[in-house]
């Protein structure tokens, strides 16, 4: 290697080392002629990355424990500030060689030990790739679905497979023309992608009349629809919160309970009226089965509804347990936010590993440094923030919402609610752009390098994105895609020591 005296921070190769088992073009140091990316390259990838379905729902289970919108935001973007320090770190090693993960890692790990690191690494990475293609697929069906005129099926469909294999085939398709074209895909995505987030906001705050009367309907999400509780006497209470329009009214006038009894049969109250100031319902019946509510083995079932003409929309149905005393305690609520922090820094673990199969391609440090700082934190606060906003302008404006379970915090769910064919459509198209930004860069690119560094002379760039994308198809993404929160905190503990 030999020092360029013009970018002190820059190294080239200059032996020719062809002839080494270790060595292909894929994974040789980019020359400098080639490292071009300047930091809003950087930075429109980090945005494509970032702008994501996941990204959009990252708030919502914080809020749904309780989490306030504003704490929600800051605990995503503490994380993410975190996390951007190995980001730069890792990423210094890929500007000044132009070297990527897998070829940086021998210095830690060996020639061979690094296969571990990297193959971790990629599993991971074609775990995400499978999710990002199965929600790129369902948006193409939803676009079929509505020039058809069909609902969207809840259940798996051969049509949501045949928009998963084509989905697939797209990102099968940049793949193959290598990461110039990714380059391109991630500077015309991300001025989309950012436009479209100021025009869901600015959606949610023409709808609702105000940025102010939005932000307020959070406060509603953030409690429990329902909470079953005893007093001293050990008698129990059912307290309900159904949700209100911005005018502060009950959006739902009756209620309907299902209660477990003794004999294991159910005590249905059939609908009751929701009075307008408070709802704290006494559970005081002779054929109540307190033992099995007090062990939680057993929960009351709830749906609340409102009459329309001469119908009624009637909420989804929602089990209801007896609420721990102590979960709002400061030290519950402290090891919460622990726990919500560990999993946001496990959103970008896999990357602050391989960040170097991005910056090796960077002009200069201040590129990477910048690039990453202005496109990381700032786009995954945004972005979760526009997944809050929309969800509480949806509260408000879609009179069928009626309990917080209901709220629409899939993008998915929330443009069923829509009967332009018209929006629909654009907005799905807006959603596969997002997708596949994300998909290319951050989960192909990386295992690819990965397996290619397996068997050098023998498994290319190309030929590793395929496997990537056959692993992706393997691993069932329909199935994975329930249990996010629980992946990212595993990922946390798995790559941390990696790191």
Avoid at 47 to 53: D, L, N, P, S, Y
Avoid at 403 to 427: C, N, Q, Y
Avoid at 439 to 465: H, W, Y
Wanted: aromatic share 10%.
């Amino acid at each position: 290697m030999k020092q360029n005296h013009q970018h002190s921070d820059i190294v080239e190769l200059h032996e020719d080392l062809s002839g080494s088992p270790l060595y292909s073009e894929d994974l040789a140091p980019v020359p400098k002629n080639k490292r071009t990316w300047s930091k809003w390259n950087l930075a429109a990838i980090w945005v494509g990355m970032a702008v994501c379905i996941p990204t959009y729902m990252l708030a919502a289970d914080m809020i749904k424990s309780g989490v306030s919108w504003w704490i929600a935001l800051l605990i995503i973007g503490l994380a993410n500030l975190i996390i951007t320090l190995p980001m730069i770190l890792n990423g210094h090693a890929g500007v000044k060689y132009g070297i990527p993960f897998p070829v940086l890692g021998r210095a830690a790990f060996g020639t061979k030990g690094i296969h571990i690191a990297s193959i971790v690494r990629a599993i991971v990475a074609c775990g995400w790739f499978g999710i990002q293609t199965w929600i790129g697929g369902l948006a193409i069906y939803a676009i079929y679905c509505v020039l058809v005129g069909q609902a969207i099926p809840m259940e798996l469909t051969a049509g949501k497979f045949i928009s998963f294999a084509i989905f697939w085939l797209i990102n099968i398709f940049f793949v193959w023309r290598g990461t110039e074209s990714i380059r391109w895909l991630e500077e015309f995505s991300a001025p989309i992608l950012i436009l479209m987030g100021l025009a869901l906001i600015g959606w949610g705050t023409y709808q609702a009349g105000s940025f102010s009367t939005v932000l307020e309907q959070s406060k509603q999400l953030e409690k429990p629809s329902a909470v079953l509780s005893q007093n001293e006497k050990q008698d129990f209470k059912l307290d309900i919160a159904p949700l209100t329009d911005k005018n502060g009214q009950r959006k739902a006038t009756e209620f309907h309970l299902i209660i477990p009894t003794q004999t294991n049969d159910e005590l249905d109250l059939g609908w009751q009226p929701i009075p307008q100031k408070g709802l704290s319902v006494p559970l005081d019946f002779p054929q109540l089965d307190k033992k099995a509510l007090q062990n939680r083995t057993r929960a009351i079932d709830l749906e609340v509804r409102k009459a329309v003409g001469e119908s009624f929309i009637t909420s989804s149905q929602i089990k209801v347990k007896l609420s721990e005393a102590d979960a709002n305690s400061w030290k519950n609520r402290l090891w919460q936010y622990i726990l919500l922090l560990t999993a946001m820094v496990g959103f970008w673990a896999t990357m602050s590993l391989s960040i170097a199969d991005i910056t090796r391609y960077a002009a200069t440090q201040k590129d990477q440094v910048a690039g990453q700082l202005i496109g990381l934190p700032t786009t995954m606060v945004l972005y979760s923030f526009v997944g809050i906003f929309v969800t509480c302008a949806a509260v408000i404006n879609f009179d069928d919402i009626l309990l917080g379970d209901d709220a629409p915090w899939d993008p998915v769910s929330l443009l069923s609610k829509f009967e332009s064919p018209f929006v629909v459509v654009i907005a799905q198209i807006f959603m596969l752009i997002a997708t596949l930004s994300t998909n290319i860069a951050a989960n192909v690119i990386a295992p690819a390098n990965a397996f290619s560094n397996l068997m050098p002379q023998k498994i290319s760039f190309r030929m590793g994105g395929m496997i990537t994308g056959v692993i992706g198809i393997l691993i069932c993404p329909w199935a994975l895609i329930n249990y996010i929160i629980p992946i990212l905190l595993f990922i946390s503990g798995l790559l941390g020591p990696v790191l």
